[in-house]
């Protein structure tokens, strides 16, 4: 959220998914006091399941895809590897608005199909996960090292060095 300066108190995020990668985000997501937390999932009875093991930290619910409703939410992350393959979940258009921000815990070399459909549907700021790759590799050498480095050099490296690809 920092190399993002993105505010996540007090706002609606949507997690769409319900594996192992969002199980990861969730305690730090729930930490920062978000207004509201939904994780959907083609399986509804996983995403109530997930939200169950969390609902000590923060108030959030698991819904199926269908289910999502309520406007446009402020965050989107997509946290299953479905845009990786260039398959979009079936999340309803209007889960996203103009001031939505999405972002795709997947990554590549080019916007993942994620992205490019955010887009499409008006979001102004849809971005892939290359900022998690970095932070993970950065606590990872924390671990090891017992210093954590400064991650937005490294990210804006990244980044443009896939412009330039």
């Given at each position: ?35 509201e937390?939904?994780?959907?999932n ?18 959030l ?12 939410f ?8 479905a845009?990786?393959?260039g ?6 258009p209007?889960?996203i ?7 795709d ?14 887009q ?46």
């Open positions: 959220c920092d190399n993002l300066s993105l505010v996540i108190t007090g706002r609606r995020i949507l997690v769409i998914g319900a594996g192992g990668a969002t199980r990861g985000v969730l305690g730090p997501l729930l930490g920062l006091a978000p207004a937390l939904v994780i959907a083609r399986t509804p009875e996983r995403a109530a399941t997930l939200a169950a093991a969390f609902e000590d930290l923060g108030e619910r698991g819904v199926g895809f269908e289910e999502v409703s309520g406007g446009a402020d965050i989107v992350i997509n946290a299953t590897s845009s990786l393959s398959e979009i979940p079936p999340i309803a209007g889960a608005g103009p001031q939505t921000v999405c972002y815990l997947a990554y590549g070399k080019s916007a993942t199909a994620f992205v490019e459909w955010a499409r549907q008006g979001c102004a700021r849809a971005l892939q996960g290359l900022g998690m790759l970095v932070e993970q590799a950065a606590e990872a050498f924390r671990l090891w090292r017992g210093v954590r480095p400064a991650t937005a050099p490294v990210l804006a490296a990244l980044r443009q060095r896939a412009a330039s690809a």
